[in-house]
């Protein structure tokens, strides 16, 4: 599974990524240096370690760039992990963490509405399911 092999910096370059939609390497790093000090031999490194791993992909070359494209969805990646983690974390049984970002967490009205809608959704989807 391709979620247990990624670093945490090549999740940051991927959350780059599915935001910009394709972008070059010099692109990325100079989204992630906004932020932070880091090389861009680094994040040349990550970014073809990513490529390697079939997590992005090289679109036809404009010019002299070489564009890159995520090929993995963020849901593809976050369900997994999410998963893992509430496993590693919360012995599998995921209403702490939810208690926890409902108590915790600064959710304004529009979050709370979402997560409504959200909880509406898969009650619809259990009571079809009886």
Do not use: C
């Not at 990524?17 to 031999?41: C, F, M, N």
């Not at 919360?90 to 208690?99: A, E, H, K, Q, T």
């Amino acid at each position: 599974m391709l979620t247990k092999r990624l670093s945490d910096f090549e999740l940051e370059v991927l959350q780059y990524l599915w935001r910009l939609k394709r972008a070059s390497t010099p692109e990325i790093h100079q989204e992630i240096a906004a932020g932070r000090d880091v090389a861009y031999s680094t994040v040349r490194t990550i970014v073809d370690r990513l490529e390697r791993k079939g997590a992005i992909g090289r679109l036809p070359q404009e010019g002299r760039a070489v564009i890159f494209q995520p090929l993995i969805t963020r849901a593809e990646v976050s369900l997994p992990l999410a998963k893992k983690f509430v496993q590693n974390v919360f012995g599998g049984d995921s209403r702490p963490l939810l208690s926890h970002l409902l108590d915790d967490e600064a959710l304004n009205a529009e979050d709370l509405a979402y997560l409504e809608s959200v909880i509406r959704k898969r009650k619809s989807e259990l009571s079809h399911d009886d």
